[in-house]
């Protein structure tokens, strides 16, 4: 998805929305679009002062639980109990990493998820219902944990 139509996407809904953009809400906002290794708070944080010496990590976390309720960007929590952030809210899952908690994006076809969870869902709920969104996250060892866990036994 084009990085400007995203961002014009996003201000369009912080503004339908009632919020106003400030300089350092669309900073966060930019941060976090063009992010594809899923920052935590602390991290948009670091960025952000750059710009913004400032800023307080308060600011940082009510911004992100903002565009969060809004459905502009994705929590991620990982086993460490830390919580990641993804900008990418296009369908697809994630694979973390029980014991390092690197999340790497998983490619799903929307299709047959919808189609499956519709299905699932109308069968339990016994009406139609409508998904707005789904999330997947699939928890293992990435294989450098993998591989230092088979060197220690």
């Not at 009510?62 to 296009?90: C, F, P, R, W």
């Not at 409508?130 to 220690?152: D, Q, V």
Request: charged letters at 25%.
């Amino acid at each position: 998805m084009d990085l400007d139509y995203r961002l014009n996407e996003i201000v369009f809904k912080i503004k339908k929305s009632g919020y106003s953009l400030t300089p350092q809400r669309l900073a966060i906002i930019r941060i976090i679009s063009e992010s594809k290794n899923h920052p935590t708070a602390m991290d948009v944080h670091i960025k952000l002062k750059e710009l913004y010496p400032m800023i307080s990590l308060n600011t940082v976390y009510k911004n992100l639980a903002m565009l969060a309720s809004l459905h502009e960007v994705k929590e991620i929590k990982t086993m460490q109990n830390s919580t990641h952030y993804d900008g990418d809210i296009t369908a697809h899952g994630h694979a973390i990493c029980e014991n390092c908690g690197k999340i790497i994006d998983v490619e799903v076809n929307k299709l047959d998820i919808e189609d499956f969870f519709e299905a699932k869902i109308n069968e339990s709920l016994k009406e139609s219902y409508h998904i707005r969104n789904y999330g997947i996250e699939i928890y293992g060892l990435c294989s450098g944990c993998y591989k230092k866990r088979l060197t220690a036994d």
